[in-house]
């Protein structure tokens, strides 16, 4: 059996009267790759800084790469890669520069890091760029950047927030076929929300539909299909699935 990297039992988080996640239980296996699918303010991001440790739950437990967020969110900030929605760079270094920068944060060794960044820009497609000023990148690549800086630690999960957000068809498609690359070569377990159905029906094991902070649909998209909608593969879009659960939601 697959091992669980991520496991949550009734995760639950309260801004003063608003929930914000409601009584999440989900799990998410070694080397999968999890939709996370929702609209705005249905309760994404704050899941995932949950797990992160990065802001803690009102009720409720998670369990990340074996370690409790709450209490141990040191050793998963070590091996989890984080791209956050609004991802920062030093705009007037270069993309090996941050690389660097990045990989010194982590103390990865000089000799080691210079060898792992060069191998990084080719794998993001940015080598050709790799002196430019990050200032001057577009949106995609300084998604692609992001991608390359979450690698550095050679994580074991990538949490990606909505990566997409903001780039082209193009870069969008680019963006999502490089992070299937990245799973299945790798074997890395990757985490992503959106709320783009197309990109998340292609390259998703398994998807979860959050609602006003509330799972109501998780497992892969070809059996919430077929038990919601009655349809065999193809026959449907993960848009008629999504408006189902949200109009009974
Ligand atoms: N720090 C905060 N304080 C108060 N309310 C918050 C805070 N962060 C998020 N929320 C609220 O929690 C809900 C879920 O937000 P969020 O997790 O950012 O959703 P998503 O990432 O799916 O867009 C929203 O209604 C949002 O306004
Ligand atoms: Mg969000």
């Known amino acids: ?21 409601d009584n999440l239980s989900f799990e998410v296996n070694e ?24 802001t803690y739950p009102t009720k409720g437990d998670a369990i ?19 791209l956050p929605e609004h991802v920062g760079f030093y705009d007037d270094m270069t ?18 890091s210079d060898k792992k ?11 050709e760029f790799s002196d430019k ?5 577009s949106r995609g690549m300084r998604q692609r950047l992001g991608i390359a800086e979450v690698l550095i ?4 999960l990538v949490v990606l927030d909505e990566p997409t957000l903001g780039l082209d068809l193009e870069g969008s498609i680019q963006l999502i076929e490089l992070i299937k690359n990245l799973s299945k070569e790798k074997g890395i377990t990757v985490l992503f929300s959106s709320h783009h159905l197309n990109e998340v029906q292609r390259i998703a094991d398994r998807i979860g539909i959050m ?19 009655g349809v065999d593969k193809g026959e449907y879009t993960l848009e008629e699935l999504y408006l189902k659960y949200f109009q009974e939601g």
């Open 117 to 127: 960044i060069e191998e990084l820009l080719e794998i993001v497609g940015l080598s």
């Open 211 to 229: 609602i006003q902070g509330k799972m109501v649909a998780k497992g892969p998209i070809e059996t919430l299909a077929k038990e919601k909608l």
């Open 64 to 82: 990340v790469c074996g370690f409790n967020p709450i209490r141990e969110a040191v050793k998963i900030k070590r091996i989890v890669g984080y």
């Open 95 to 112: 993309a090996r520069e941050n690389l660097k920068f990045t990989a010194r944060l982590n103390r990865i060794p000089e000799e080691e």
């Open 133 to 137: 000023k990050v200032g001057t990148y």
């Open 1 to 21: 059996m697959k091992e669980e990297i991520i496991k949550t039992d009734g995760l639950t988080k309260i801004y003063g009267r608003h929930v914000a996640v």
């Open 31 to 54: 080397g999968e790759i999890f939709g996370f699918l929702g609209p705005n303010g249905s309760g994404k991001t704050t899941t995932i800084l949950i797990l992160l440790g990065l």
């Open 153 to 156: 630690k050679d994580p074991k």
